[in-house]
């Protein structure tokens, strides 16, 4: 089993990903919480949360992606079962999002990851039992870099869409407009995700 590599005390700056203001971004979500909610370090490990600053206190986040399909793959499709059962879908909310300033990202596609001796096949293709490793590295960004309002790459599982996660400290609910929102029981959001689901053979069960 190869050793997981742990992030350097120091790394060296990101490669920066200038979000422009006014930027559309698609999020799918627990129904329970508003699109531009962040998470407050609660619920399972995801990849690169939750994490913690150096006195303990919790980091928010939230993941969004830049396509409606690449948010419906890295939520309901996440684990790429052939079969999705449709409460699913139906528990969930499909947001589309508006954030009203720039936004400075580290980029952690393939050649951005080389110059810290990761790869992205490690960092962002590996599975749920590296979270624990994965997100050390959400949190040595965080905490090396004062500048840095969250993280973006592209998606594992609908390339060559983005993917990206704020970090809750630094962007906040009021920096972020909901412009819309579907439920899960929305015809045309699960029409949007039987079409996604298409793509790579996915069912969504009734």
């Given at each position: ?6 992030p350097?005390v120091m ?5 920066v ?9 698609h999020?799918?979500h ?7 909610a962040f ?19 919790c980091i ?26 449709r409460?699913q ?9 508006l954030?009203r ?31 624990e ?6 949190k ?41 929102a ?12 039987r ?12």
């Amino acid at each position: 089993m190869i050793e997981f590599p742990t992030p350097p005390v120091m790394l060296a700056a990101p490669n920066v990903h200038e979000l422009a203001a006014g930027t559309v971004l698609h999020r799918v979500h627990g129904s329970t919480f508003a699109g531009n909610a962040f998470n407050p370090c609660l619920g399972n490990k995801t990849r690169f949360a939750p994490i913690r600053d150096r006195n303990g206190r919790c980091i928010p986040s939230l993941y969004a992606a830049g396509t409606v399909e690449a948010a419906i793959y890295e939520t309901v499709f996440h684990d790429q079962r052939l079969t999705v059962p449709r409460w699913q879908l139906e528990c969930r909310r499909h947001s589309t999002l508006l954030h009203r300033r720039s936004l400075r990202l580290a980029r952690l596609r393939a050649p951005d990851l080389a110059k810290w001796g990761i790869s992205r096949e490690l960092l962002i293709g590996s599975s749920a039992i590296q979270y624990e490793h994965t997100a050390l590295w959400a949190k040595a960004i965080h905490s090396q870099f004062n500048d840095i309002h969250g993280l973006i790459w592209t998606s594992n599982l609908c390339d060559p869409d983005d993917a990206l996660l704020l970090f809750g400290d630094r962007v906040g609910a009021e920096d972020i407009e909901i412009v819309a929102a579907r439920e899960g029981t929305d015809g045309s959001f699960l029409r949007d995700a039987r079409n996604a689901g298409k793509r790579a053979g996915i069912q969504i069960a009734l």
